[in-house]
C-alpha cells in the first residue's frame, strides 16, 4: 500500500509539472509522512488524496529534491533555541552539535520517527490544526524535556542520536509556550518556511 500511494503520488505531479513551480520527487522520508494517513483512513483512496493535499499544501518545501523546507526548518531550530534557551543552545554548540547534526529526523518526518505511533498522531493531530511549522518548536520542547539529561552529558550526541519516547500533550503545551518567546519576524519566518519559496 505504501509504494503504490507514494508511486501514485510521484505520478500525478509528474503529470502536472508543467504549471506547477515546484516539482515533486520521491525524497527521504515521504514514506514516513505517508504512514499515518495510511494508518488512519479508512481507504487506500482516501489515504492518498489527503496525503497528497496535505504535501502539496501545508508542507510542499519538505519533499523538493533539496529539501529546502528541511533545511529551513532546522536553521529556524537552531535560532529559536539561541532564543528561548541560550544556555541550552550554548552547550549544544559548544560540543558543536547544530540542528542539522541532531534534529534533521525530527524535523524531516514531523516527529513521525519517534515512536510511539499513538503519541505521534496525536501530535500531528496539533500540527494539521495549527500548522507544521509549530513541528520546529515540537523539537525544541523535547530537547526541553531532556534539558537535565543533556546539560550534565559530556556527549550530548549519544542522547540525541534516539529522542526518548514522544509524549505529545507536554510537548504540545511547552512548543505553545514557545511562541510568545518568539520575536513576530522570526515567528512569521517559521510559519512560511514550510511552503514559501524564497526569492533568489
Request: proline content about 6%; glycine content about 4%.
Given at each position: 500500500?505504501?509504494?503504490?500511494?507514494?508511486?501514485?503520488?510521484?505520478?500525478?505531479?509528474?503529470?502536472?509539472?508543467?504549471s506547477?513551480?515546484?516539482?515533486?520527487?520521491?525524497?527521504?522520508?515521504m514514506?514516513?509522512l505517508?504512514?499515518p494517513?495510511?494508518?488512519?483512513?479508512?481507504?487506500e483512496?482516501?489515504?492518498f488524496?489527503?496525503?497528497?493535499?496535505?504535501i502539496?499544501e501545508?508542507?510542499?518545501?519538505?519533499?523538493?529534491?533539496?529539501l529546502?523546507g528541511?533545511?529551513?526548518?532546522?536553521k529556524?531550530?537552531?535560532?529559536?533555541?539561541?532564543?528561548?534557551?541560550p544556555e541550552?543552545?550554548?552547550?549544544?554548540?559548544s560540543?558543536?552539535l547544530?540542528?542539522e547534526?541532531?534534529?534533521?529526523?525530527?524535523?524531516?518526518?514531523?516527529?513521525a520517527c519517534t515512536p510511539?505511533?499513538?503519541?505521534v498522531l496525536?501530535l500531528?493531530?496539533f500540527?494539521?490544526?495549527f500548522?507544521?511549522?509549530?513541528n520546529?518548536?515540537c523539537v525544541?520542547a523535547?530537547?526541553?524535556?531532556?534539558?537535565?539529561n543533556?546539560?550534565?552529558?559530556?556527549?550530548?550526541m549519544?542522547?540525541?542520536?534516539?529522542?526518548?519516547?514522544?509524549?505529545a500533550?507536554?510537548?504540545?503545551?511547552?512548543?505553545?509556550?514557545?511562541?510568545?518567546d518568539?520575536?513576530?519576524d522570526?515567528?512569521?519566518?517559521?510559519?512560511r518556511?514550510p511552503?514559501a519559496?524564497q526569492?533568489?
Open positions: 500500500m505504501l509504494v503504490r500511494l507514494l508511486d501514485a503520488f510521484v505520478w500525478r505531479n509528474h503529470d502536472r509539472q508543467e506547477h513551480q515546484l516539482g515533486f520527487t520521491y525524497v527521504q522520508g514514506n514516513v505517508a504512514a494517513f495510511l494508518y488512519t483512513m479508512p481507504s483512496l482516501e489515504a488524496f489527503c496525503f497528497a493535499k496535505f502539496e501545508s508542507c510542499p518545501l519538505y519533499v523538493q529534491p533539496t529546502e528541511v533545511h529551513r526548518g532546522l529556524l531550530l537552531d535560532r529559536c533555541l539561541k532564543i528561548v534557551d541550552l543552545y550554548s552547550h549544544l554548540r560540543k558543536n547544530s540542528a547534526i541532531y534534529a534533521f529526523p525530527s524535523v524531516l518526518t514531523l516527529c510511539p505511533l499513538d503519541q496525536q500531528w493531530d500540527l494539521l490544526a500548522g507544521v511549522h509549530l520546529v518548536l525544541i523535547q530537547l526541553l524535556l531532556m534539558r537535565d543533556i546539560m550534565s552529558s559530556a556527549s550530548p549519544r542522547l540525541l542520536r534516539a529522542f526518548p519516547p514522544l509524549e500533550l507536554p510537548v504540545i503545551g511547552i512548543a505553545v509556550t514557545l511562541v510568545r518568539l520575536p513576530t522570526l515567528y512569521d519566518e517559521l510559519v518556511h511552503y519559496v526569492d533568489s
